[in-house]
């Protein structure tokens, strides 16, 4: 199933119509349906991460997790920093950690504190696909990983034939989402085998509104 732009935009117009007001500035979000795919074999299932070309429409929650030169660099950020110390009394307390990784939507590490991760909250963010973007040694410069974060949605494929992504907000211009929404679409089909032919149908939608499907 091919997707043209024009009507990735006549979509996003008509999931606007349709949305309620709210109190708060609702995400947009894509469903991709997919058929023909057997996930029992595990080369048929992915992860992506897709940089936005016009961002997320808000700043994702970040939290870095690092002692030393790049704890105090993600101070100097204002981004929430889980230290080395903290990180092992989280493995002792499973309600504090699972509530991290439900708050935040992305995580930096420092590589020497890797192995800790994994052993103290990869239970927790491995299933959420929130594993951490590591910061080789040496570098103590988290702008660059910061600003790229800012506009990244992580794309999972596991157990059901759908991926869902985030690709901005009602507030963002339609030509806008519109253009988010195909690169998400775009490389969606360029993890699968047979491209486009394994898509059955997409969707637009708010938070709070019904969907809309993209006519192909």
């Known amino acids: ?43 048929n299932r992915f992860k992506l991460e897709v940089v936005l070309p016009h961002g997320r ?38 309600r504090a950690a699972r509530k991290i990784a439900k708050n935040y939507d992305f995580f930096i590490a420092a590589a020497p504190l890797m192995p800790k991760i994994g052993r103290y909250l990869g239970r927790y963010l491995g299933p959420r696909n929130k594993m951490p973007v590591v910061v080789p040694p040496m570098v103590t410069d988290l702008t660059p990983f910061v600003e ?24 963002m211009e339609d030509e806008k989402l519109a253009e988010n929404i195909e690169t998400v679409l775009n490389a969606i089909i360029g993890k699968l085998e047979r491209g486009e032919n394994q898509v059955k149908s997409a969707y637009v939608k708010t938070t709070m509104g019904p969907a809309v499907k993209i006519e192909g």
């Open 1 to 43: 199933m091919a997707f043209d732009r024009q009507k990735i935009v006549e979509a996003v117009k008509e999931a606007k119509a349709r949305a309620k007001p709210r109190n708060f500035t609702q995400t947009f979000e894509v469903a991709v349906n997919l058929k023909d795919i057997d996930l029992k074999k595990p080369e």
């Open 57 to 94: 429409g808000k700043e994702p929650k970040i939290a870095v997790i690092a002692d030393g030169a790049v704890a105090e660099a993600a101070k100097k950020l204002g981004l929430r920093v889980i230290s080395g110390e903290e990180l092992e009394e989280l493995g002792s307390n499973p």
């Open 148 to 171: 790229k974060l800012k506009k990244t949605v992580r794309i999972q494929l596991k157990n059901n034939p759908v991926v869902h992504a985030p690709v901005g907000t009602e507030a």
